[in-house]
């Protein structure tokens, strides 16, 4: 069956650096375009960043561009989210998903202090 697992969240402190790795199965990652996605508490879902099947193309909303980096490894089926220069308002799960269909996993709690 699709599973995608998140892993890599924690506490981090204002200006630090956290890597979100997401290891999806049960289906052929590389078919899928893909993306993180986060939910602060009490806030609307908010898209974070996409790259295409081949990791060619990459796409960021304004409030990571520059600081985030997302990438894939297809012969590892596993999507990657490099998070730079942490502020406090990147406290959020953050959620990896295929854009086709936002099929989502369990998400990985990033804190910013």
């Known amino acids: 069956h699709v599973q995608l697992v998140e892993s890599g969240g924690g506490l981090a402190q204002s200006g630090r650096s956290l890597r979100l790795s997401c290891a999806a199965s049960?289906?052929?990652?590389?078919?899928?375009?893909m993306s993180w996605v986060r939910q602060a508490t009490g806030k609307e879902v908010e898209w974070v960043a996409g790259?295409?099947?081949?990791?060619?193309?990459?796409y960021y909303a304004d409030s990571v561009k520059g600081r985030f980096t997302i990438s894939r490894d297809n012969a590892r089926n596993t999507l990657y989210l490099q998070l730079n220069a942490l502020r406090t308002e990147d406290t959020a799960m953050y959620y990896c998903?295929?854009?086709?269909?936002?099929?989502r996993g369990q998400g990985t709690q990033v804190t910013v202090s």
């Open positions: 049960g289906f052929t990652f590389s078919s899928y375009a």
């Open positions: 790259i295409s099947r081949g990791g060619e193309t990459t």
């Open positions: 998903a295929r854009v086709v269909d936002d099929y």
